[in-house]
């Protein structure tokens, strides 16, 4: 660890224990805190990096309300793109955005149901479709033609090469003569509306290509993730030139907070998505387009002192999605110098660390982690506690502190 680092966050444990021990509550554990003057800071980089794009937030990447109006309210952000239909009802219903893509198909019958009864639900929202059986499922709930839905195609943005696939696995469509098919399907199909389209490169999105010690690895990370944008920007062309023919999109969705750069590029794209770029998780850490400010942190209290060498947070297993592996661990991050064991790694009510600074910790204490992905955290808790300079001034709740589960 560079001297400077360790510095650093030693100097966030004071600044965050501070903000806590002044506060005029007891905060119960685990407890979810926000750096507003970060996540404002990565606010405005997103939208110089996007040049001019407009950038829709992910709010699987915040999944709290009071952040993702925070978010909007910059100029530059615009609309919001969601994870799931009832989660964008409840978004339109409450006020927070009249502009909400749902970024994958929903085969939520009640929730369907909800939208096609409800002519403003159904003028603010835009569902995901990549294939004919996602409209018969509409249709299949509604009685009447009478409010249209508005629909967005998802086009599999992957790298193909040498025979494999490189990228999410998502759309089933991917040259321009099926994406035309579906399209002529929706345009000719009565109570449908062909308003967007959306490519997500997430190899290029989602992928750290600067990672220390591993110069090799990021250098084929950044060649892979060149053929693919140049691969794509090709096949966007043709998509879109293919698309004009028949229909005038409203909107063409693409990129990630890692990737802005260059989806804004694509003259094709009309915007591009961030979430994870607002509060830099772990995973986002090392990337050669843009230096990471991490947002957003989750405090756990020392409860045992196993030995000199070793402190006993308690709880832990805030576990990240994906592929198994030390990436997904959370990273004991203040104060500096602390380590998961290779035996209990993050645990389910405990968590050993160790590392020089565990023998300078007692009882009570808390330790301070960052999680591997933006947004899941806050679904372990009912509260995030927004921090600006060195105060809590607000505490907001996660969408779970609302009473949802999406």
């Known amino acids: 660890m560079r001297q400077h680092d360790f510095v650093d966050r030693n100097r966030l444990w004071s600044r ?12 119960p554990t685990p407890l979810m805190v926000v ?20 950038v ?17 309210a910059h100029d530059g952000f615009r609309g919001v793109l969601a994870y799931t239909l009832r989660e ?43 294939d004919a059986a996602h409209l018969e499922l509409v249709d299949s709930v509604r ?7 508005r629909v967005a195609i998802d086009v599999d943005a992957g790298l193909r090469m040498g025979g494999q ?24 199909r009565g109570g449908f509306r062909l308003v967007g389209a959306m490519t997500y490169e997430g190899q290029v999105a989602g992928l750290p290509d600067d990672v220390p010690g591993r110069r090799a ?9 060149s053929l693919s944008s140049s691969q794509l920007e090709v096949r966007r062309r043709e998509i879109a030139e293919a698309l004009a023919e028949i229909v005038a999109l409203e909107f063409w969705n693409a990129g990630g907070s890692g990737s ?27 990337y050669q387009s843009f230096e990471p400010r991490p947002a957003s942190y989750f405090a756990l209290p020392v409860v045992r002192r196993p030995s000199d060498q070793i402190a006993t947070v308690h709880g832990g297993g805030l576990v990240a999605s994906g592929p198994a592996g030390d990436d997904r661990l959370p990273v004991p991050w203040a104060p500096a110098g602390l380590h998961l064991t290779g035996l209990e790694g993050a645990g389910e009510v405990q968590t050993p660390l160790t590392g020089h600074a565990a023998g300078l910790l007692s009882i009570g204490d808390l330790v301070w982690f960052r999680h591997a992905k933006s947004g899941e955290p806050f679904e372990h808790t009912t509260t995030a506690h927004l921090l600006a300079g060195d105060a809590i001034v607000d505490s907001v709740p996660t969408y779970r502190g609302h009473g949802l589960a999406f």
């Open 143 to 149: 009685a009447s033609l009478a409010v249209p839905v």
């Open 165 to 188: 696939h490189v990228g999410p696995k998502r759309s089933p469509l991917y040259d321009a003569s099926a994406v035309l098919d579906l399209a002529r399907t929706i345009c000719s």
């Open 217 to 225: 690895r990021s250098l084929v990370v950044r060649r892979m993730k």
């Open 260 to 286: 802005i750069e260059v989806s804004a590029a694509d003259p094709v794209v009309t915007e591009v998505t961030a979430g994870s770029g607002l509060l830099v998780p772990t995973l986002f850490d090392h």
């Open 88 to 130: 964008a009802l409840w978004l339109h219903e409450h006020g927070i955005t009249d502009d909400v893509v749902v970024a994958y198909p929903s085969t939520d019958r009640g929730a369907l149901a909800r939208l096609v009864e409800s002519p403003s639900a159904a003028s603010h929202i835009t569902l995901m479709v990549d």
């Open 16 to 27: 965050l224990n501070d903000a806590v021990a002044a506060h005029p509550e007891a905060l």
């Open 35 to 54: 750096d507003l003057d970060a996540f404002d800071a990565n606010a405005a980089d997103l939208v110089r990096r996007a040049a001019g794009t407009p």
């Open 56 to 72: 829709r937030v992910a709010s699987k990447s915040l999944r709290v309300p009071a952040l993702i109006e925070r978010a909007l």
